[in-house]
């Protein structure tokens, strides 16, 4: 099995294969947090709603255990909120009550072997932040205790980039194919490859009409630049070593995975 790792701030990062089924299971419960640090989320989340944002503290999921069979890697997770996960992202939490997410993301790439991926918007929590389509887990992937990764997959893919992963016309492949763990949070991510059977500038094309039709129905896209590159190419790692830009802390692995591994060139 190949697998890449990098070495962030101390907190290694390692991206490997996914060859086993990767199943996320609800224990049924909520985080239980001690009240000085509740005190203190509160207090940030006022503090974000004066600036404007639309932020929404909608529940999220933090995982609490992991266990591997030979057939697949079951993680458990329980419930907290969105404000948590914010505030653990930008202050120290004691060990054991930090908001551990495990979220998806999509590596879409066309059929002229470019990938695909994005700058959020000044409206979203990570405003400027460079990184794949995706999202945090929430209710609508729940079903029955069972968190469907291909759900909130899909529905990112709709909701952020305007694809349909269920039409063949558009669509050759789609399948979860790299496992993401480590990090500052210790974050998980499981990423997608989304083959399109169209070029870079198909996507494109097509990327403008549903940000059109976004914007007149009034919704902010979740993306305000759409950035291609050669999927083997050297562009990749170079510009994510534009110290200036600021990036999802799985891109650099999974792009040297990328350009290490012979089978995707």
């Given at each position: 099995?190949?697998?890449?790792?990098?070495?962030?701030?101390?907190?290694?990062?390692?991206?490997?294969?996914?060859?086993?089924?990767?199943?996320?299971?609800?224990?049924?419960?909520?985080?239980?947090?001690?009240?000085?640090?509740?005190?203190?989320?509160?207090?940030?989340?006022?503090?974000?709603?004066?600036?404007?944002?639309?932020?929404?503290?909608?529940?999220?999921?933090?995982?609490?255990?992991?266990?591997?069979?030979?057939?697949?890697?079951?993680?458990?997770?329980?419930?907290?909120?969105?404000?948590?996960?914010?505030?653990?992202?930008?202050?120290?939490?004691?060990?054991?009550?930090?908001?551990?997410?495990?979220?998806?993301?999509?590596?879409?790439?066309?059929?002229?072997?470019?990938?695909?991926?994005?700058?959020?918007?000044?409206?979203?929590?990570?405003?400027?932040?460079y990184q794949l389509c995706g999202g945090g887990l929430d209710n609508?992937?729940?079903?029955?205790?069972?968190?469907?990764?291909?759900?909130?997959?899909?529905?990112?893919?709709?909701?952020?980039?305007?694809?349909?992963?269920?039409?063949?016309?558009?669509?050759?492949?789609?399948?979860?194919?790299?496992?993401?763990?480590?990090?500052?949070?210790?974050?998980?991510?499981?990423?997608?490859?989304?083959?399109?059977?169209?070029?870079?500038?198909?996507?494109?094309?097509?990327?403008?009409?549903?940000?059109?039709?976004?914007?007149?129905?009034?919704?902010?896209?979740?993306?305000?630049?759409?950035?291609?590159?050669?999927?083997?190419?050297?562009?990749?790692?170079?510009?994510?070593?534009?110290?200036?830009?600021?990036?999802?802390?799985?891109?650099?692995?999974?792009?040297?995975?990328?350009?290490?591994?012979?089978?995707?060139?």
């Open positions: 099995m190949m697998a890449v790792s990098i070495n962030d701030s101390m907190h290694e990062i390692s991206i490997t294969p996914i060859t086993k089924k990767i199943v996320v299971r609800y224990d049924g419960g909520h985080v239980s947090l001690p009240a000085d640090l509740l005190s203190g989320i509160e207090v940030y989340w006022e503090e974000l709603l004066r600036s404007g944002r639309p932020y929404t503290r909608g529940e999220t999921f933090t995982v609490t255990g992991r266990n591997d069979t030979d057939e697949r890697i079951e993680i458990s997770v329980t419930r907290t909120d969105f404000a948590h996960n914010l505030y653990c992202r930008r202050f120290p939490v004691p060990d054991g009550y930090a908001a551990r997410v495990i979220h998806t993301a999509a590596l879409v790439e066309t059929s002229d072997g470019k990938v695909v991926f994005g700058r959020m918007s000044g409206h979203t929590s990570h405003s400027g932040r609508n992937d729940l079903h029955g205790d069972i968190l469907d990764l291909d759900h909130n997959t899909k529905k990112e893919l709709r909701e952020e980039f305007g694809i349909d992963v269920d039409d063949t016309n558009r669509v050759g492949s789609f399948f979860p194919a790299y496992f993401k763990e480590g990090g500052q949070r210790g974050r998980m991510s499981v990423i997608y490859r989304v083959a399109l059977k169209e070029t870079a500038g198909e996507f494109l094309n097509r990327y403008d009409v549903f940000d059109d039709g976004l914007r007149k129905s009034g919704e902010e896209p979740e993306f305000d630049e759409i950035v291609v590159f050669n999927r083997n190419s050297k562009e990749l790692l170079s510009f994510l070593a534009r110290e200036n830009l600021r990036f999802e802390e799985y891109m650099r692995p999974l792009f040297e995975y990328i350009a290490s591994d012979q089978t995707l060139k």
